[in-house]
T-cell receptor
Framework: NAGVTQTPKFRVLKTGQSMTLLCAQD?????MYWYRQDPGMGLRLIHY???????AKGEVPDGYNVSRLKKQNFLLGLESAAPSQTSVYFC?????????FGPGTRLTVL | KNEVEQSPQNLTAQEGEFITINCSYS?????LHWLQQHPGGGIVSLFM???GKKKHGRLIATINIQEKHSSLHITASHPRDSAVYIC??????????????FGKGTHLIIQP
């Protein structure tokens, strides 16, 4: 099992550009999450999904959209990137309470 | 919404020392998580506990539900234990289907 994978690992965007981060899990988990991690702050929840076709807002959802068309994939989109979205993004999936994290995507918005 | 406080924020110790990291939270929960983040950035789950104590190798986690407090201990610390240790709880009382609320982490350095 690959566990939780994220694509890409690194990305540099210019302000106003758009992009999609892909999270994939092969553990058949229902719950999936997108977090961002910024220096001096704990991880913060952006959006989450409790099953295929469902999404919900987390603590910091503004500027992001998500989709869960297939159970194994959870996509995070930035429609018009801003420098404030420079961060490390982690995806996670959940089984029985324990969360399994992807390796992270380091995004820089210039 | 749950608030999580960890202490200390930074800790430097000598190899072999006994390490304690503390976590306090504000809202009653069903389970608390301890996570480890290595310098490369990856995050792994160490413990999920709802009562008492759990042990895995040299790591021990305890929780006091009444006092809303948990501790992570490392016995016979080693330089490879150097990492950021993060405490996390559900944002509201309940199982945490709606994600976790995280502490800011404790940056641990073990010197040889």
């Amino acid at each position: 099992n690959a566990g939780v994978t994220q694509t890409p690992k690194f990305r540099v965007l210019k302000t106003g550009q758009s992009m999609t981060l892909l999270c994939a899990q092969d553990m058949n988990h229902e719950y999936m999450y997108w977090y961002r991690q910024d220096p001096g702050m704990g991880l913060r929840l952006i959006h989450y999904s409790v099953g295929e076709g469902t999404t919900a807002k987390g603590e910091v959802p503004d500027g992001y959209n998500v989709s869960r068309l297939k159970k194994q994939n959870f996509l995070l989109g930035l429609e018009s990137a801003a420098p404030s979205q420079t961060s490390v993004y982690f995806c996670a999936s959940r089984s029985g309470g324990e969360q399994f994290f992807g390796p992270g995507t380091r995004l820089t918005v210039l | 919404k749950n608030e999580v406080e960890q202490s200390p924020q930074n800790l430097t110790a000598q190899e072999g020392e006994f390490i304690t990291i503390n976590c306090s939270y504000s809202v009653g929960i069903s389970a608390l998580h301890w996570l480890q983040q290595h310098p490369g950035g990856g995050i792994v789950s160490l413990f999920m506990l709802s009562s008492g104590k759990k042990k895995h190798g040299r790591l021990i986690a305890t929780i006091n539900i009444q006092e809303k407090h948990s501790s992570l201990h490392i016995t016979a610390s080693h330089p490879r234990d150097s990492a950021v240790y993060i405490c996390a709880v559900p944002p509201y009382s309940g199982g945490g289907a709606d994600g976790l609320t995280f502490g800011k982490g404790t940056h641990l350095i073990i010197q040889p």
